[in-house]
T-cell receptor, first 112, second 116 residues
């Protein structure tokens, strides 16, 4: 089965600074990858998903962007963070055989 | 577009008792997947149980089982012999069967407390 790694686990960044959250997947090839955000006390919001290298679909227009430079690497970025970007970011991977989506450990972002 | 509704923001259960978490969804599709995820204080999302809509038999995973009512578009989760480690946020989620690219649609979650 696949393993999903995210880093950093925790990040505190000032407003206006850049952001890079990384997600890598092991144990599978050509996965569908997703970035979700969970704001405090709220449900999960899909931000981006990718079906292959260089292929990114954005669900919500916002201050963030995503890239997929390698098959099993998915990066969430921002050039200038806003306070509203604070939250818990989860990377997810679709496991093809059982058509099930599994999640990484998540990254806590606090923008101050 | 599909929607998922969890009408119970919070639930509590005594240790060793049984609790049922409710979930309803809205879709025009006939084939799809339904999931329950658990999010403990560590915040990692953990898959609890999975149901294919074309299967009439309710899914079961150890102490966790579902009551899938396709006509009513209802998908409740039953936790038997509740344990302290079951305390968490529980999310119901829907995924389309037809498109391999579709992501999950989540409900807003139910916070379950387990009382010793």
């Amino acid at each position: 089965s696949q393993t999903i790694h995210q880093w950093p686990a925790t990040l505190v960044q000032p407003v206006g600074s850049p952001l890079s959250l990384e997600c890598t997947v092991e144990g599978t090839s050509n996965p569908n990858l997703y970035w979700y955000r969970q704001a405090a006390g709220r449900g999960l919001q899909l931000l981006f998903y990718s079906v292959g290298i260089g292929q990114i679909s954005s669900e919500v227009p916002q201050n963030l962007s995503a890239s997929r430079p390698q098959d099993r690497q998915f990066i969430l970025s921002s050039k200038k963070l806003l306070l509203s970007d604070s939250g818990f970011y989860l990377c997810a991977c679709r496991e093809g055989l059982r058509n099930t989506i599994y999640f990484g450990e998540g990254s806590w972002l606090t923008v101050v | 577009a599909q929607t998922v509704t969890q009408s119970q923001p919070e639930m509590s259960v005594q240790e060793a008792e049984t609790v049922t978490l409710s979930c309803t969804y809205d879709t025009s599709e006939s084939d799809y997947y339904l999931f329950w995820y658990k999010q403990p204080p560590s915040r990692q999302m953990i898959l609890v149980i999975r149901q294919e809509a074309y299967k009439q038999q309710n899914a079961t995973e150890n102490r966790f089982s579902v009551n899938f009512q396709k006509a009513a578009k209802s998908f409740s989760l039953k936790i038997s012999d509740s344990q302290l480690g079951d305390a968490a946020m529980y999310f119901c989620a829907y995924r389309s069967y037809y498109s391999g690219n579709t992501p999950l649609v989540f409900g807003k979650g139910t916070r379950l407390s387990v009382i010793a």
